[in-house]
């Protein structure tokens, strides 16, 4: 009988309020739904592949983002060991909106720039032009030992340091510097879109929220206009984020090679 009463026992005060805030979550959960469904209902009446083609774009551009930003940070840490500057590298932010996070890369990929057109500048001043030349194809046996004592020399004078990888990495950047002026261009293009106002994280959400979050920035008749302009910005930052990716594990890969090939020169 004991057990009875204490079943049939009013509920205590905080179950009531856990009761209410279950409550209000479910019916707050409801109605985010519905909204996403009334977006979905608007701007994707049947046709699901390109409301398909729009989620998985999106994934891919959180995956662009977050290996665009792993590529930058590689190239710092090869910067600062064979270039000796003191450069921090850069976290990517969920929290913060897509244009946030462009400018970030775009402020660091400049300043990277900036110091590599500055040494360049400073060899092409105080080296001979044949020597000179000779970076941009420098290799182990292309480049004799005196020549190679006079560029080391140049560089210990402007850098405080003289690595075989930062002879390699001033050559690419000689022949290729076009590849962070690409990157750069394309990302600050891609952050005066309307759509980098959403924040990065809505990203893994699907298409129903980044529509949501579009739709606070601007008015409905515009959305469509938006989300076409989103897509396109999606296809021209692909392959040069690609490129650009490539560049940098090229640029290591050319390192640890002329590095490992010197090795076995001086072993012989």
Known sequence: MLVYKSLLRPPSHHQTIAEAQEKQLLSRSSGNSRLCKMWSDIFYPGNPGRRENVIRKSQRLHDLMSNNFKATNDL???????????????????????????????????????????????????????????????????????????????????????????????????????????????????????????????????VDMIVEAIVGAIERKHLETALHEYETALNELEPVSDNYQKNIHYIMFKIEEIEKSDECCCCS
């Open 76 to 206: 710092i840490a090869t910067v600062n060991r064979h270039l000796n500057l003191r450069l921090c590298p850069i976290t990517l932010d969920n929290d913060a909106s897509i244009k946030q996070n462009c400018e970030l890369m775009t402020q660091c990929i400049q300043g990277i720039q900036t110091h590599l057109e500055k040494i360049d500048k400073e060899l092409q001043e105080k080296m001979d032009p044949d020597l000179y030349d000779k970076i941009k194809k420098y290799s182990p046996k292309n480049v004799s030992r005196q020549d190679l004592q006079k560029i080391s020399k140049a560089f210990n004078g402007i850098c405080g340091i003289a690595t075989l990888g930062g002879i390699v990495l001033i050559g690419v950047f000689i022949k290729q510097g076009v590849i962070l002026a690409n990157i750069t261009s394309t990302f600050l293009k891609f952050a005066g879109g309307v759509a980098a106002s959403v924040g990065l994280g809505v990203l893994l959400m699907g």
